[in-house]
C-alpha cells in the first residue's frame, strides 16, 4: 500500500497534525496507526456447558454470533465466527462446555490450553446458581500454569435471574428481588476471591437484560488498549453507551502515546527536537481524541 493511499485513510484534521511531525516520524506513525484501527481482535467465550457462553455472545455484538441449542450445549469444538460492519472484523472463539463427561472434558482442557495464548481476552461464564466451580477453577488454574496472564481474564456471572430463591424476580422491572441481590452479591464476592479475578466480577442475565450495560463497560475496561477500541465497534449499539465509547477513546489515547514514545525513540534527535516533539505530542493526542469517531 503506497504513502499516499495510507495517508488518504487518515482523518484531515490529522493529517494536518502529522504535516507538523518529521517526514520518517510522521509515516511510522501513519503505518503503526492504521494497523491498531484495522486490528482485528479475538475473543474467547470459556466455561462449563450450559453456562449461557453463546447467548452472551449473541447479545453483546451485533450482529449476533453464534447458535444457541435451548436443550443440549450447541458447541463440540472450538466455532470461530466473525463479526463484521463494514470493514472492520471481530473474531469470537466459543469454546466447547467443561465439565460434561470425562473424556470430552480432558480434551477440552487440552483445546483451552492451545488458544489461550492466542486471545485478546477471555471471557469466563459462571452460572450464578451453579453450587460448585471446581471444574472451573481447575481448568482456569492449568491455564495460568501454561502461562496465560490473569489480567486476560473476566469473568462474568450469568443467568442471574435464576438465582435462588428464583421465584422472587421481578419480572415487572426486570431484576432481583432483595434476597436475591444479597444472594449475588455474596457469589459475585465469591467469584472474585476463588478465581483471583483482576476485573470486577458482574452478574448478568441475557434473558432479563439484567447489568448488560455494566458488564459491556467492564469489557471494554478489560480489554487490552489496543484493542478496546475494534471491540466497541461491533457492541450491539444499545450496549455502546457514551461510557462505553469514552473507556475505549480513552485506551486509544493511550495507546497512540505509546506509538508515539516508541517512533520518537527509534530516530535519532537533538534535545532541541526533543523539546519540541514533547510540545506536538500533547497536540497529536488531542487531536487523536477529538478524531476518535471518526477513525471506529
Not at 73 to 96: E, K, M
Not at 229 to 242: D, F, I, K, N, Q
Request: aromatic residues 8%; glycine residues 4%; contains cysteine.
Amino acid at each position: 500500500m503506497s504513502d499516499r493511499t495510507l495517508t488518504g485513510q487518515i482523518p484531515d484534521a490529522l493529517q494536518q497534525s502529522l504535516s507538523r511531525l518529521p517526514g520518517v516520524l510522521s509515516d511510522t506513525l501513519v503505518e503503526r496507526l492504521l494497523r491498531c484501527v484495522h486490528y482485528e481482535p479475538v475473543i474467547g467465550i470459556m466455561g462449563k456447558s450450559g453456562a449461557g457462553k453463546s447467548s452472551l455472545c449473541n447479545t453483546l455484538f451485533s450482529p449476533p454470533p453464534a447458535s444457541v441449542d435451548p436443550v443440549r450445549g450447541c458447541t463440540r469444538r472450538v466455532h470461530r465466527y466473525q463479526v463484521i460492519r463494514g470493514p472492520r472484523t471481530l473474531h469470537i472463539a466459543d469454546f466447547p462446555g467443561i465439565a460434561e463427561t470425562p473424556e470430552p472434558d480432558r480434551q477440552y482442557r487440552r483445546l483451552y490450553r492451545a488458544w489461550a495464548l492466542k486471545l485478546d481476552l477471555i471471557v469466563w461464564a459462571l452460572k450464578a446458581d451453579d453450587r460448585a466451580w471446581k471444574d472451573d477453577l481447575r481448568c482456569y488454574r492449568e491455564l495460568l500454569d501454561a502461562g496465560a496472564a490473569p489480567e486476560r481474564f473476566l469473568f462474568v456471572l450469568t443467568q442471574a435471574d435464576k438465582m435462588e430463591p428464583c421465584r422472587e424476580w421481578d419480572d415487572i422491572n426486570h431484576q432481583p428481588s432483595p434476597r436475591q441481590s444479597e444472594n449475588l452479591r455474596a457469589k459475585t464476592e465469591l467469584a472474585a476471591m476463588l478465581f483471583a479475578a483482576v476485573h470486577p466480577v458482574i452478574a448478568v442475565s441475557v434473558t432479563e437484560n439484567y447489568h448488560l450495560e455494566e458488564w459491556a463497560e467492564a469489557l471494554i475496561k478489560a480489554l487490552p488498549v489496543s484493542s478496546c477500541s475494534a471491540v466497541s465497534r461491533h457492541l450491539s449499539p444499545e450496549l455502546r453507551t457514551e461510557r462505553v465509547q469514552e473507556t475505549a477513546r480513552e485506551g486509544f489515547v493511550r495507546a497512540t502515546g505509546d506509538i508515539f514514545d516508541e517512533a520518537v525513540a527509534a530516530i535519532q534527535t537533538s534535545g532541541r527536537l526533543v523539546r519540541q516533539l514533547q510540545r506536538l505530542r500533547l497536540r497529536f493526542l488531542a487531536v487523536i481524541r477529538a478524531v476518535w469517531h471518526l477513525l471506529f
